[in-house]
């Protein structure tokens, strides 16, 4: 997939408000499993949507903890790809671009990207279960998750199935969408909400959407365009296609 459309290549060059949506699809090739990809080993036995909300930690914080900790370490362990430094080039180059994310894993802020709002939140950080309280990085060698100063425990600083997205972040992401004249989907489902009515709500405001996904999603129908192909082969190409 290394045909870029010449209109996209002219709409890029044109446009005043860019936006890129990302989802773990972009991580794919820096060896992180998506979503999507089969629980393997130790974790096959949960689905995502158990261990990745207040109930899984409530139900078994020691086995929700283990979980962040093991893809704390690969996230740690992996490099960004060819996608997460290509979309930080586009950042660079292109007027008001936006970079919002559902990955939690601070790759793209390793790959370059000057800001990203993290709608999920990050891995790296933690905040207090009881109180949510912030209370700052991941320290090493924790085997069990810390007690905060207020009794409750600490947990990783994520969005869990059925918790409210950080509102500031939500207001600015709904934001960049509505405001936005060229939108990249790339690498997500398009399944989770509200994450996933950003391109849409953009498409409602007049913008031009573009998905990058190798496989269809409930976006697809609806995108302007659909560049079929991964993400660190697509976004390269695109910012080549740029000059
Ligand atoms: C909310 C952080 C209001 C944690 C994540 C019942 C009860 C409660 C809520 C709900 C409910 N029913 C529905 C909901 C709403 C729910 C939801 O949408 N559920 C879905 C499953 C239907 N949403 C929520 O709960 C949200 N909060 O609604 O609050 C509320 C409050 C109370 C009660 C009701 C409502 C919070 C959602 C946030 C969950 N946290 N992550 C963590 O990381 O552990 S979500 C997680 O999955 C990711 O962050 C991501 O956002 C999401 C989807 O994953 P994707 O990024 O899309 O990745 P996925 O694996 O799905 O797909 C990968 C894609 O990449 C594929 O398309 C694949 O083809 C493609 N790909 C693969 N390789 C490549 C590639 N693309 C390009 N290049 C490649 N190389």
């Known amino acids: 997939m290394n045909d870029i459309p010449g209109e996209l290549v002219e709409r890029l060059r044109d446009c005043r ?19 999507r990809d089969a629980q393997t080993g130790l974790w096959a036995k949960y ?9 899984g930690f ?19 362990a992996v ?22 994310t559902q990955n939690v894993d ?24 009881r109180c949510g309280e912030n209370s700052g990085a991941w320290p090493d060698d924790c085997s069990a998750p810390p007690l905060h100063s207020c009794g409750g425990l600490l947990r990783p600083a994520v969005v869990w199935f059925g918790e409210n997205l950080d509102h500031e972040v939500l207001e600015a992401a709904w934001r960049a969408a509505e405001e936005a004249d060229l939108f990249f989907s790339i690498g997500t489902s398009s399944l989770v909400y509200p994450a996933a009515d ?7 405001n007049g913008c031009y959407v573009v998905e990058v996904n190798p496989q269809p999603t409930p976006l697809s129908a609806h995108a302007n365009l659909c560049l079929n192909g991964a993400a660190g082969v697509v976004m390269p190409a695109v910012v080549a296609a740029l000059g």
């Open 198 to 204: 950003l391109p849409f709500l953009a498409q409602r």
């Open 79 to 100: 490099q960004p790809n060819p996608a997460h430094r290509a979309i930080a080039e586009l950042q660079r180059r292109l007027p008001h671009a936006t970079l919002i």
């Open 58 to 76: 409530r139900q078994e914080p020691q086995t929700v903890w283990d979980w962040y900790a093991w893809r704390r370490e690969r996230c740690l």
């Open 17 to 35: 408000r860019l936006v890129i949506f990302t989802g773990a699809g972009v991580s794919a090739e820096s060896g992180i499993p998506t979503f």
């Open 47 to 55: 689905s995502p949507e158990q261990l990745a909300s207040p109930e």
């Open 106 to 129: 601070g790759l793209h802020q390793r790959a370059g990207s000057a800001s990203a709002l993290e709608l999920h939140g990050n891995i790296h950080r933690l905040k207090c279960f």
